[in-house]
């Protein structure tokens, strides 16, 4: 059995809402595109892999990703993603606190609710569990690091 590289036995694609893609420069053999992840151009059971690499998060409705994820990759397929544990370190907390005297209590939490509305919900390895299922997903393990 020879190793080959990842360019010589797939095909990957990296899928952005802006395009820049900065990927490009690094893997120009990979396909870049730009859309909206919540309507993937892509044909129905189309990939073998997906990943969704801390961006859940970032969406209110993190399950319509979710589905769209599930849509496209084929039977038999492999999905990971990845979200932030809960943040319960002190330096988040720190931060926290600058940022509320800085800004303000109220804005800040309504900052943290317009950036990241679904952080609670992902954080919390049941509720991820929760998601993915509701999306379709069969779930293997959620690891938390």
């Given at each position: 059995m020879s190793a080959m590289s990842l360019k010589e036995w797939a095909a990957p694609m990296a899928f952005s809402f802006t395009p820049s893609l900065r990927a490009r420069e690094n893997?120009?053999?990979?396909?870049?595109?730009?859309?909206d992840a919540l309507a993937l151009p892509m044909k129905d059971e189309a990939f073998d892999i997906v990943t969704a690499d801390f961006v859940l998060s970032h969406l209110r409705d993190y399950g319509a990703l979710l589905r769209e994820a599930r849509r496209i990759l084929r039977a038999g397929g492999a999905a990971a993603v990845?979200?932030?544990?809960?943040?319960?370190?002190?330096?988040t907390s720190a931060w926290a606190e600058h940022?509320?005297?800085?800004?303000?209590?109220?804005?800040?939490?309504r900052a943290v609710t317009a950036l990241v509305p679904s952080e609670s919900d992902l954080s919390d390895p049941d509720r991820l569990r929760g998601g993915l299922e509701a999306a379709g997903f069969a779930v293997d393990r959620i690891d938390t690091l």
């Open positions: 893997a120009p053999w990979a396909h870049g595109v730009c859309g990845s979200s932030w544990a809960p943040t319960t370190d002190p330096f940022l509320a005297h800085a800004i303000g209590r109220r804005e800040a939490e």
